[in-house]
């Protein structure tokens, strides 16, 4: 058997990430990975590629990097899971309230999913209301079923899940506002993400950079953040912002900071910890307090108690993560490549004259690439033909995550390997994706059927 036979074989959707299956990525893409070091990755063969799925955004300064594997290796000759909290757990948890604005407690886990459910728990338990309001276009927020419930996939969610989340449409207050009007003193928080590649500011503000001029910026009250953070506090919900993407890679502080909000609540997660299993709540202390249990004869909320929450390991990675990122300026590189990157690659399309077919788009930190076929319509089948290109020249660009270990070198391998896939691109336009493409295109994770 192959790999692919024998990974859906063992493991229902062949990884633990349906971001990882094969249905995410073109024919030729490598089936199963061996190990990564900096920003490349390998395969069992021993074939090299330059990668931009970097472990679906959660490693930023490369894999393996020497330091932050010691520091781990280090807590793991401590024991790594202890019976009672452990010094390494403590000095994170100091670590994380004194660089994250807003967050005076936080409580750690090892997913996103688990923390982003326990945020909307913490919520309904402090405000004594039922519903919850997210994005219709933000793409993931939990593998829970008050998420997942109002996606496609609701096989096995009961309907009274489902109906307890509302949608509303981000850069829409209007959207937002109604909903509090039709559940008045009902709803417990909006969570939403900060920013994706569209951005929270008005359309006449001045491009972003990796230095926030929001918190200077006169058009503040036409930023759709701070709509949504002034009509929580108008309304009595708790204002949430899942930093799973967005957090230590916009700015050291988060998105939030960099937008000039403070959230009721936020989630953290990825970028925490160089790839190590890492996530966490944080937030206001008289909410994160439901969860407390040193405050005699309060009503008590079970939030999160989870075996590997406090694991070593990952927290000692956390902490010489962000050693390194005060250190190197991370978040300041990431700004500065994905810019780069971003100009590149749009010049080399405008260069083959198919611009209007293939762009890089959204702030430099939080780059996609759009693809279109010959009618202008949104392409998943040249998206798959681009990414398909990119493996051949050894580049694996499912999406564009950066790391530290992106340099100049890196980028002219990139833009080298997209001059060559583009120039397959133009031809496929005139003569016909299906001409070109090898195999099936990609497929959205959220679809009802296989």
């Known amino acids: 058997m192959t790999y692919q036979q024998r990974l859906n074989h063992a493991i229902p959707?062949?990884?633990?990430?349906?971001?990882?299956?094969?249905?995410?990525?073109?024919?030729n893409a490598p089936q199963i990975l061996e190990k990564g070091k900096g920003a490349y990755v390998w395969d069992s063969e021993g074939d090299q590629f330059l990668d931009y799925g970097m472990a679906l955004r959660a490693v930023t300064l490369g894999y393996a990097n020497p330091r932050v594997n010691a520091a781990a290796i280090k807590q793991i000759e401590n024991g790594n899971n202890l019976t009672r909290a452990s010094v390494i757990e403590l000095e994170a948890a100091e670590l994380f309230t004194s660089l994250i604005p807003g967050a005076d407690m936080v409580k750690f886990a090892k997913n996103g999913s688990n923390v982003t459910t326990a945020a909307v728990k913490v919520a309904r338990a402090f405000t004594v209301r039922r519903y919850v309001c997210i994005p219709r276009q933000h793409p993931f927020f939990s593998f829970d079923d008050w998420f997942i419930g109002t996606t496609p996939?609701?096989?096995?969610?009961?309907?009274?899940?489902?109906?307890?989340?509302?949608?509303?449409?981000?850069?829409?207050?209007?959207?937002?506002?109604?909903?509090?009007?039709q559940y008045p003193d009902q709803i417990a928080a909006v969570v939403l993400e900060p920013a994706t590649t569209t951005i929270p500011c008005p359309a006449n503000c001045i491009e972003l950079t990796a230095d926030p001029q929001c918190i200077s910026c006169p058009n503040k009250s036409n930023n759709f953040l701070h709509q949504v953070q002034n009509?929580?506090?108008?309304?009595?919900a708790l204002f949430i912002l899942d930093e799973m993407i967005t957090g230590f890679r916009w700015s050291l502080q988060g998105a939030g900071h960099y937008?000039?909000?403070?959230?009721?609540?936020?989630?953290?997660?990825?970028?925490?910890?160089?790839?190590?299993?890492?996530?966490?709540?944080?937030?206001?202390?008289?909410?994160?307090?439901?969860g407390a249990i040193d405050k005699q004869g309060s009503e008590r909320t079970f939030l999160l108690s989870t075996t590997h929450g406090g694991e070593m390991?990952?927290?000692?990675?956390?902490?010489?993560?962000?050693t390194i990122y005060q250190e190197r300026n991370v978040c300041r590189h990431l700004w500065d490549y994905g810019a780069k990157l971003k100009a590149g690659m749009n010049d080399i399309a405008l260069a083959l004259g198919i611009k209007d077919f293939f762009e890089v788009i959204g702030p430099s930190i939080s780059l996609n690439y759009i693809t279109r076929d010959a009618q202008g319509l949104v392409?998943?089948?040249?998206?798959t033909l681009?990414?398909?290109?990119?493996?051949?020249?050894k580049v694996l660009m499912p999406w564009?995550?950066?790391?530290?270990?992106?340099?100049?070198?890196?980028?002219?391998?990139?833009?080298?390997?997209?001059?060559?896939?583009?120039?397959?691109?133009?031809?496929?336009?005139?003569k016909g994706v299906e001409n070109y493409l090898v195999g099936s295109e990609v497929k959205p994770v959220f679809r009802k059927y296989n």
Do not use: W
């Open 153 to 181: 996939l609701q096989r096995g969610i009961p309907q009274e899940y489902v109906s307890s989340t509302l949608l509303f449409d981000y850069n829409d207050i209007t959207s937002l506002k109604y909903l509090f009007n």
């Open 259 to 290: 937008f000039n909000v403070t959230p009721d609540l936020m989630t953290f997660g990825k970028a925490m910890a160089n790839g190590f299993s890492v996530a966490a709540l944080a937030g206001r202390r008289d909410i994160m307090e439901v």
């Open 13 to 27: 959707g062949g990884a633990h990430t349906y971001s990882r299956g094969f249905d995410q990525f073109p024919s």
């Open 400 to 430: 564009i995550a950066v790391s530290l270990s992106h340099t100049d070198k890196e980028l002219t391998l990139t833009l080298d390997a997209c001059y060559k896939a583009l120039q397959v691109y133009k031809e496929a336009i005139v």
């Open 379 to 383: 392409s998943a089948a040249f998206r």
């Open 386 to 393: 681009f990414a398909q290109e990119m493996i051949k020249s």
């Open 313 to 322: 390991c990952g927290l000692g990675a956390f902490i010489e993560t962000m």
């Open 231 to 236: 009509l929580c506090r108008n309304e009595g």
